[in-house]
């Protein structure tokens, strides 16, 4: 079993957000995501609202990148403190949580 990395998450509310990650292995290598996907969620602590939908885009899977975003729109009703994972399945169809964070929202207050 996989014990996830941990990366906290910054944003500004009404404002978009997006982060490159690279995924590696206990080795310290990147993982080829040849034929992976990937889902990631933003939630109360509780679990019991749902703030959002990550977007993945495969950035270069042979390399293990991937970036994680949201919108504007999204980030508009995120509260101040929220809780996300990013969860593979690999071609086999094994499913692991690979990253898990804290997403911290500050206010923003300029508005075009």
Do not use: C
């Not at 944003?11 to 996907?37: C, E, F, H, M």
């Amino acid at each position: 079993m996989l014990k996830p990395g941990v990366y906290d998450i910054k944003l500004q509310r009404r404002a978009d957000y997006s982060v490159l990650l690279t995924l590696k292995d206990s080795t310290g290598s990147p993982i080829n995501l040849t034929g992976w996907s990937a889902a990631a969620q933003a939630w109360d602590y509780t679990r019991t609202t749902k703030h959002a939908d990550f977007t993945i885009t495969y950035t270069d899977r042979p390399a293990g990148q991937i970036t994680l975003s949201l919108t504007a729109t999204q980030t508009t009703s995120f509260p101040k403190e929220a809780q996300y994972d990013l969860l593979l399945t690999n071609p086999s169809g094994i499913k692991e949580y690979y990253l898990e964070g804290t997403i911290v929202t500050s206010e923003g207050y300029t508005a075009p």
